[in-house]
């Protein structure tokens, strides 16, 4: 085995690794065993036995675009600079970071980077960064057809959902992937949505088949675990429905659908872990495919979540910014280990630079770190906190404290005080920063919060107003300071002042209503 401390020497013969990211849609944490979940995940209990878990492993933004965005350019979801995004939120003008960003057309991503410096760069799944279909531009510029939700199905339908999924390829393909197939442009609607991981797990064998003389990145996002519990199970009966519409045979890649429940109910389970069992499946699939090939030696793998679940919309740790994260590189990491190290999802772009040697243009913005140096000392820290932002909240945390600032626009402030539907809806739903978190958080709705992460894990006292936290309160507000002022011309409450921010405090009956809001729409459900 090769060790990490000769990695550049891995480099220099030209034995650059294969890397693989393997990404899961709204998973918490201790939703697998790794992390002491309930359920039965071998492959990636073998992940972990054969690489690094990280317990501290976070994302910058908890909804699906942003945070898919940051994991393919290294950058914050608010340093977005598409036209969409800038006609949104003007320079000067402070942003919302939510499902309003996607890749730029200038490429600056890791697709693209890393195709220039000789891999190949395969897409697989859920993509989710791109223009919305409703755009007609798009539509015309790649064919595609127009879909309605919820539309009964036909074989007109079906044909125009085949032939969208082809587009979607070509769309893949011009933001820098030199490889694309299988492609879920976003979230699946009905009569197609069924979850399908044979579909998915396909094309990413036939990905690593074709490219196996290597070097390849592939980026694989499974919709699984997205959806309610019973969506997965439900999925198990319907195995032709795909991102390219109903197909005509079954694909028979991963263990027999049937299987799926025998395996969960002879381990003790019920149909509520089945979506676990099954994404693992296509987890092994590939995992099988490396050793087959002997790629597994020099092959970086990567499972990780886009972001937690029970508190998706929000900042808060636990079910929110945390994620599940394991990699395994045999050749050049230590194996067993947990690290307790904070990381988050800017820093793997910069890592996949540095292993495969490639160097971005001088233009090109990061926001993360490189964790090679973890791989060999996985208990040295390579920074001293992590940054989050989704709507108008922003938060710092440490290994031991975190700081949640929710500061509103002048409009959202007014938009609020006059009671326009528009903005209570936005701010009481996924991108208003607070979403599904106040149903635990009762308080979510509060300028400034500060929670001990040891001590209360689920944040329920908030100790930003107590005289002996004073001195911790005003060092986060300090460094979220400093990572604010990087963004350039976006002001943000007090912490960057100017355009149409509003500093915080003067507006505690904003928030009143807005629990109200909230309380309402939770007692609708």
């Known amino acids: 085995m090769v060790m990490m401390f000769g990695y550049l020497e891995l480099l220099n013969a030209g034995s650059r690794p294969n890397i693989i990211v393997f990404m899961v849609d709204d998973y918490d944490k201790y939703e697998t065993s790794v992390y002491g979940g309930k359920v039965l995940t071998p492959n990636l209990d073998r992940l972990a036995k054969e690489g690094i878990t990280f317990e501290n492993a976070h994302v910058t933004s908890t909804v699906c675009t942003p945070s898919r965005y940051t994991f393919l350019t290294g950058r914050y979801a608010g340093s977005a600079y598409s036209a969409g995004f800038l006609e949104l939120f003007p320079k000067g003008q402070q942003s919302l970071p939510a499902f309003n960003v996607q890749l730029e057309p200038d490429n600056q991503n890791v697709a693209a980077v890393l195709a220039k410096a000789g891999y190949a760069t395969g897409m697989v799944g859920k993509f989710h960064v791109g223009p919305s279909l ?14 309605e939700k919820n539309a009964p199905f036909t074989e007109a339908l079906n044909r125009r959902k085949f032939e969208n999924e082809k587009g979607y390829r070509k769309a893949v393909k011009d ?3 030199t490889w694309a197939k299988n492609i879920y442009w976003d979230n699946t ?32 996002c499974t919709t699984l675990l997205h ?3 019973g969506s997965w199970h439900k999925s198990l009966d319907k195995p032709r429905v795909t991102g390219e519409g109903i197909i005509k045979e079954d694909l028979n890649v991963l263990p027999p659908r049937g299987s799926v429940m025998k395996r969960i109910e002879a381990a003790g389970l019920t149909s509520d872990q089945a979506g676990y069992l099954w994404m693992d499946d296509s987890l092994g699939l590939i995992l099988d495919k490396l050793d087959e090939l002997k790629l597994t030696e020099n092959t970086v793998v990567l499972f990780i979540a886009d972001h937690g679940s029970g508190h998706k919309g929000s900042l808060y740790k636990a079910k929110g910014t945390e994620v599940p994260c394991i990699m395994r590189w045999p050749a050049g990491m230590k194996a067993g280990i ?12 910069p890592t996949w630079f540095e292993l495969a040697g490639a160097k971005p243009a001088a233009k090109y ?32 945390k440490t290994k031991t404290h975190s700081y949640i600032a929710l500061r509103y626009t002048r409009e959202q402030v007014a938009g609020v005080r006059e009671s326009h539907r528009r903005y209570l809806k936005t701010l ?27 001590r209360d894990p689920d944040a329920q006292k908030n ?24 963004f350039s011309g976006r002001p943000y409450g007090e912490f960057v002042p100017g355009g149409n921010a509003v500093p915080g405090g003067g507006y505690d009956e904003v928030f009143e209503t807005l629990r109200k809001a909230a309380g309402g729409k939770k007692k609708k459900k």
Do not use: C
């Open 134 to 147: 409703s755009d007609s531009k798009f539509r015309k510029k790649y064919g595609l057809h127009e879909i």
């Open 175 to 177: 933001f820098g992937f």
């Open 189 to 220: 609607k009905a009569p197609f949505q069924s979850h399908n991981p044979e579909w998915t797990a396909a094309a990413a064998v036939e990905f690593i088949e074709q490219h196996k003389k290597g070097p390849f990145y592939m980026h694989y």
């Open 227 to 229: 959806g309610p519990n």
């Open 338 to 349: 947990r690290s307790q190290e904070l990381i988050q999802n800017t820093d793997f772009v």
């Open 365 to 396: 913005r990061m926001d993360g770190v490189s964790l090679v140096s973890l791989f060999q000392e996985p208990h040295k820290p390579v920074r001293k906190h992590v940054y989050a932002e989704i709507g108008a909240a922003r938060s710092i």
């Open 428 to 454: 009481t739903g996924l991108s208003g920063g607070v979403s599904r978190s106040i149903a635990t958080h009762p308080r979510a709705y509060t300028g400034d919060q500060l929670y001990d992460l040891k």
């Open 463 to 486: 100790l930003a107003g107590y005289p002996g936290h004073a001195r911790t309160l005003k060092q986060l507000k300090q460094t979220l300071a400093v990572e604010l002022n990087k």
